[in-house]
């Protein structure tokens, strides 16, 4: 008999769900309503949509049973819970509205013409990227292990040029045709080469960027809004570019399937890759205590290097789940929580939810004491960061995705650094919602 069975749990995180919505109120915040609507929509709805009938649970490593996954659930509940109320704890800053001053228009002048040539250096360097990749994949060179890790993940450049560009449309950085219609060519580009189904959560990513930086100057109750109707078409998109994987489908029926496809969680199934992991963890394997996040430092050296690399997800190998050619486990992640699981168990999950909750505070709380434009960036990186991140999964690759992809925003927090921070408070500071210039 479980302690906690389903409808429990559910309320839990619907609970979590509203008082996500009353930080928003309070604090302008809306990390913590990501955060609780993730794991909502891949866990506690996914549970309802298998127990109604509407889908399966994924079948790699044998039929997953209700009582499986309730257990799962509950561990993914005590790591949500222990993550947020962290957050909450840490985090004591109200979000300023974004109010730029004449500092932050001055370096916006600075970024716009580097931004642009970057965008306009970068869109044939992936394409070129990309190529080479796929040509030496078709000579039988494995992904995995043959081809340059720093060149398969070059094309993530593209998350952080968009969001560069986006900033400066958004602070009106951009103040004449030409620049305008530059930044349109390079968002154009941007889509080409992110919607399609092998490169959909580099598309989620830079859409979840885009739609905080869009609503860093709204009220709480229209950033809401403004952030439901991003999260739908957002969702929308992103289900049609996984549709899109099925050649046969007419294109008159993708945004039908689309629809059942979201609806119906089908690239929700990280609860089922919790199942799986906890099918594997501590019974076959022992917990990895520390190793999973050790990786994220040993996965920068090239295995030209280091031959020997130990690889990442172990389980999934473990498993015979992992394709070497493609590189990719195949169908599912565990959330973030299973990552912590693997690590060393529930006391793995209790620990790293609370330091990963005092940690991402922490970022926050700096992203309010730097210049407006810069703070909303942060808050930007970190949002689409959260997305894969809370995915779970292969954690080295999930940290190597964010520096190649971001690689351009964190150089120009640190060549900005002096500039970027507030000299001066005011006693408008204190302000429920305005930004100190």
């Known amino acids: 008999m479980q302690l906690f069975e389903y409808p429990e749990l559910a309320i839990t995180q619907i609970a979590l769900l509203l008082i996500s919505v009353r930080w928003l109120f309070k604090r302008n915040d809306e990390i913590p309503l990501l955060v609780s609507t993730f794991i909502f929509y891949v866990t506690s709805y996914r549970y309802w949509v298998i127990n109604t009938g509407l889908n399966n649970w994924v079948n790699v490593a044998g039929v997953i049973t209700s009582e499986e996954a309730?257990?799962?659930?509950a561990c993914v509940v005590l790591g949500e819970i222990c993550l947020l109320v962290t957050y909450m704890l840490f985090q004591k800053q109200k979000i300023p509205l974004a109010v730029i001053s004449e500092s932050d228009r001055l370096l916006l002048r600075w970024l716009r013409p580097k931004a642009i040539f970057l965008g306009f250096l970068c869109l044939p360097l992936v394409i070129f990227a990309r190529s080479n990749v796929l040509n030496q994949v078709r000579g039988g060179k494995s992904l995995a292990f043959e081809v340059s890790g720093y060149l398969y993940l070059f094309p993530m450049v593209l998350v952080g040029i968009a969001v560069l560009i986006i900033v400066l449309w958004k602070f009106a950085g951009l103040t004449n045709f030409w620049t305008k219609t530059g930044a349109i060519l390079i968002l154009l580009g941007v889509v080409n080469l992110t919607f399609r189904p092998s490169s959909r959560f580099q598309f989620l990513g830079w859409m979840t960027a885009s739609g905080i930086i869009l609503v860093s100057s709204y009220k709480p109750k229209k950033r809401l809004m403004m952030l439901f109707i991003t999260s739908v078409v957002g969702l929308g998109l992103f289900a049609i570019a996984g549709t899109m994987r099925n050649t046969q489908i007419a294109n008159e029926s993708i945004n039908q399937q689309a629809l059942v496809r979201a609806s119906g969680a089908e690239d929700a199934n990280m609860l089922d890759g919790f199942v799986i992991l906890q099918k594997v963890y501590p019974q076959e394997l022992d917990f990895r205590w520390?190793?999973?996040?050790?990786?994220?430092?040993?996965?920068?050296?090239?295995?030209?290097?280091?031959?020997?690399?130990?690889?990442?997800?172990?389980?999934?190998?473990y498993l015979g789940l992992s394709d070497a050619d493609k590189g990719t486990t195949l169908g599912f992640s565990p959330t973030l929580f299973g990552s912590f699981y693997a690590e060393a168990g529930i006391l793995g999950i209790v620990i790293l939810s609370i330091i990963y909750g005092s940690v991402l505070a922490k970022i926050i709380t700096y992203s309010t004491k730097i210049r407006a434009f810069a703070g909303v960036l942060v808050r930007a990186i970190v949002c689409a960061a959260l997305i894969p991140l809370l995915r779970g999964g292969d954690l080295a690759g999930i940290y190597a995705w964010f520096g190649m992809a971001f690689w351009p925003c964190f150089l120009l927090l640190w060549l900005k650094r002096v500039e970027l921070k507030l000299q001066f408070a005011s006693p408008s500071a204190n302000n429920k919602y305005h930004h100190v210039p």
């Open 290 to 317: 520390g190793m999973v996040h050790l990786e994220v430092l040993l996965r920068p050296i090239p295995r030209s290097l280091w031959p020997d690399k130990p690889v990442g997800g172990l389980y999934s190998f």
């Open 70 to 73: 309730n257990k799962a659930l």
